[in-house]
Each structure stands twice: as C-alpha cells, then as structure tokens.
C-alpha cells in the first residue's frame, strides 16, 4: 500500500500512528529519486518515502529586470508546447531540460539571464525538431513581422 508521509523538522512521521522512529525495510535510487519502504516501529506500519536532493536555489533574471526562481515546470511547459504534435517524446524533452539544468547549476551561480534559458533550449530544439525550434522562437524572439520570421526560416535552409 502506497502512503503519505509528514516531517517535523527533519524527522519522518509514521502515516499511520504520527509516531517518528521508523527504519527503512527497502531503498532503489532512480536517476533523480531515492524511493524507500519504511516500516514505523511502534505500529509496524510500511509506507514509501520519495528523496529528491534539493538542488540549490537558481534565479532567473528577466528581460525587464525582474528576479524570479528557475521553475522546471515553466521550462517543461514552453517545450510541450512547441513540440505538440510533433515527432519529440516526453523522454527528450525530459532530457533537454535535464541537460539545461545540468549547465546552468554548474556554472556555480545563482542567477542566470532568461535570455541564456531561451537560447540554450533553443539549440536543443534545432538539434531535435526544426519545427518545434521555430515554433518555440517565434514566441521566444516575438517576431513582429513575417519579414523576421522568413529570415528565422532562412537560417534553418541547408
């Protein structure tokens, strides 16, 4: 049985009788999580545990100035929308976002230009899926007329 799990501080708390000493019965690492099955030993409750370690705190810096926390979500969801209905799985999509945040944390710095963010997926794009790159540019680099677009297509041409 799947179950929930509450911290006080950084202890755990059983589910089940909100007692804290548990022991782990069973742990399997996955590429970003650490699942464990937990046992309480008051009431001998099992439940499972998620660990994800906590990446240090990025910010993005906007175009107007404007600071703003790195949000894998928002990034996850531009992509999703460039690449709908196209030929680019959840699975490389997952990748390029993991490939972005893997630069932009070891760069050691804790903001970094949106406009850095931008063009890194960008490259990602134009290396998967030509029309999910333009598709993402043309909202990326708010095109004004169909002259800049052309000159985006232009590039694209071998």
């Known amino acids: 049985m799947w179950g929930f799990s509450w911290r006080l501080g950084s202890q755990l708390i059983c589910p089940s009788c909100r007692k804290s000493e548990t022991r782990v019965v069973d742990s399997r ?5 650490v699942r464990r099955r937990r046992e309480c030993l008051d009431c001998r409750h099992r439940f499972t545990t998620y660990e994800r370690m906590e990446a240090p705190r990025l910010f993005v810096v906007k175009k107007d100035g404007r600071r703003e926390q790195y949000n894998r979500d928002k990034v996850l969801t531009g992509l999703r929308r460039s690449c709908e209905k196209r030929p680019v ?9 993991a490939g972005l945040e893997r ?26 899926d030509k ?3 333009i598709r993402f540019a043309s909202v990326y680099r708010s095109f004004d007329d ?10 694209l041409a071998p």
């Open 29 to 33: 690492d996955d590429e970003s999580v």
């Open 131 to 133: 029309v999910a790159y």
């Open 103 to 128: 630069e932009l944390f070891s760069r050691g710095e804790n903001e970094v230009p949106t406009t850095m963010v931008g063009e890194k997926l960008m490259e990602a794009l134009k290396r998967t």
């Open 89 to 97: 799985s959840e699975a490389q999509m997952e990748e390029i976002v």
């Open 146 to 155: 169909v002259e800049s677009f052309q000159a985006e297509l232009a590039e």
